[in-house]
């Protein structure tokens, strides 16, 4: 690995893809004219539409298209996980369309333990059946840690949402750097380190974790500064707390770095949560995208991981519980 300086100061490199996702099959705020096919989503995607009914609106066959009824969906019969050597958890954006009632019903019959990437008013929903929420929501991904403006509101929703999660026992809260915005990386780096100093502290009393994700800017979430797993690293040095870690997508971090089960086995002290999801697309963990997850969820269990795996991915067809059984089951080892 080159110093640490060079890799933070210069940009990622670009590789070339098999195939290029289009900036709009993950993360867009723009609402399509009605004539026009809608994009797929993704959790910020859907975070904007909150309040308003059109993440339910936009979700359909597919992950696009307007729903014109109620979505079927199969009931599991038996739980997909098995193998025992990992927990399971379910993010909740991409199953929108899917009842929360309904999706936390389905993932404890399918074995998870979660139901994540929640705020506190849905924590009660999930309990009911058994569940934790591994991993709680707190601020927006755009606006995040590394500028000091955005202070005030990050740090009052991290504490806000560290509170909550202590108060029902839950292990993490998430945390984003945001975008550049023409910021270098060290600065914004600092930065992030000088706003999670004031923090952690709480954290640390609490018993919760704080988790920076680190996210793809080739495609998902252009500008976004935390986008290499070196500079995440380098955050979690300086922050020197057991309860700041990296959330570590395996789907974003393929597209930007790869090497991903090296990069597990060398740093997993600094990974607190995982997240899944097929490359390209965001995806169906299957024959059609370019990660094996058994050997990746191997290489996991074979740190000692006891943290939970975060089903990220959208299902593209017309039954999401189906689908989600399915990679429950790839991930089962």
């Known amino acids: 690995m080159p110093p640490l300086g060079e890799v933070i100061a210069r940009p990622a490199v670009q590789f070339r893809l098999s195939r290029h996702l289009r900036p709009e099959e993950e993360d867009t705020m723009r609402i399509p004219p009605p004539s026009s096919q809608p994009p797929s989503l993704s959790r910020r995607s859907l975070l904007g539409y909150a309040g308003t009914g059109g993440a339910l609106a936009m979700l359909g066959r597919g992950g696009a298209g307007a729903a014109s009824g109620p979505q079927e969906h199969s009931e599991p019969k038996e739980p997909a996980v098995t ?72 740090l009052g929703k991290i504490r806000t949402a560290i509170e909550a999660a202590a108060a029902a026992g839950f292990p993490n809260v998430i945390t984003f750097s945001g975008n550049r915005n023409g910021m270098p990386d060290d600065v914004g780096l600092e930065h992030c380190a000088k706003a999670l100093r004031q923090v952690v502290g709480l954290a640390e009393q609490k018993g919760v974790t704080i988790c920076m994700e680190l996210l793809n800017s080739r495609h998902s979430h252009p500008d976004y500064m935390a986008d290499r797993t070196p500079w995440g690293l380098e955050l979690v040095s300086r922050v020197g707390s057991e309860r700041f870690k990296l959330l570590y997508d395996i789907f974003h971090m393929q597209i930007m770095e790869g090497d991903v089960i090296q990069t597990i086995r060398d740093h997993h002290d600094a990974i607190a949560h995982y997240h899944t999801a097929g490359v390209p697309g965001r995806h169906e963990l299957d024959e059609d995208q370019e990660l094996y997850y058994p050997a990746i969820m191997r290489a996991i269990a074979d740190t000692g991981y006891s943290g939970v795996i975060g089903q990220e991915f959208i299902p593209k067809g017309d039954d999401p519980i189906a689908a989600l059984a399915h990679g429950v089951a790839v991930c089962d080892v």
């Open 83 to 154: 193998g025992g050597r990992l927990r399971q958890s379910v993010c909740r954006w991409c199953y929108a369309k899917v009842p929360l009632d309904e999706l936390a019903a389905a993932a404890a019959r399918l074995g998870l333990v979660s139901v994540e990437l929640l705020d506190p008013k849905d924590f009660e929903t999930v309990t009911r059946h058994g569940l934790s929420c591994a991993m709680v929501n707190s601020h927006r991904i755009e606006r995040g840690l590394n500028d000091p403006a955005n202070w005030d509101e990050c």
